[in-house]
């Protein structure tokens, strides 16, 4: 059977990915402190930014668990095609 490697991203990238999530939450944050309205408005933009981030992170995590699956889907039914083969002599 082929062996399928895992793919792994490199520091640097996680690294610069972290600090762009962070920089502009951050950014965003800064922004909403000082735009000049009413604290009830900041606190509206404050919860839609915090909304947006977790439905951010919940719909990453779909995809990614979604992704998966079917790489593992995908390789269970590969594994029962050479296991068919095995059995019948294979591809002679």
Request: a positive charge; aromatic letters at 8%.
């Amino acid at each position: 059977m082929q062996q399928m490697g895992t793919q792994r991203d490199s520091n640097a990238w996680i690294l610069q990915t972290w600090a762009s999530f962070v920089l502009s939450v951050g950014m965003t944050s800064v922004g909403i402190v000082y735009l000049p309205v009413d604290l009830w408005v900041k606190g509206f933009v404050g919860m839609g930014l915090g909304f947006s981030v977790t439905s951010t992170f919940t719909l990453a995590k779909t995809q990614r668990d979604l992704h998966e699956s079917t790489k593992l889907t995908s390789r269970i039914e590969e594994a029962k095609v050479e296991q068919i083969l095995s059995q019948h002599g294979g591809l002679k």
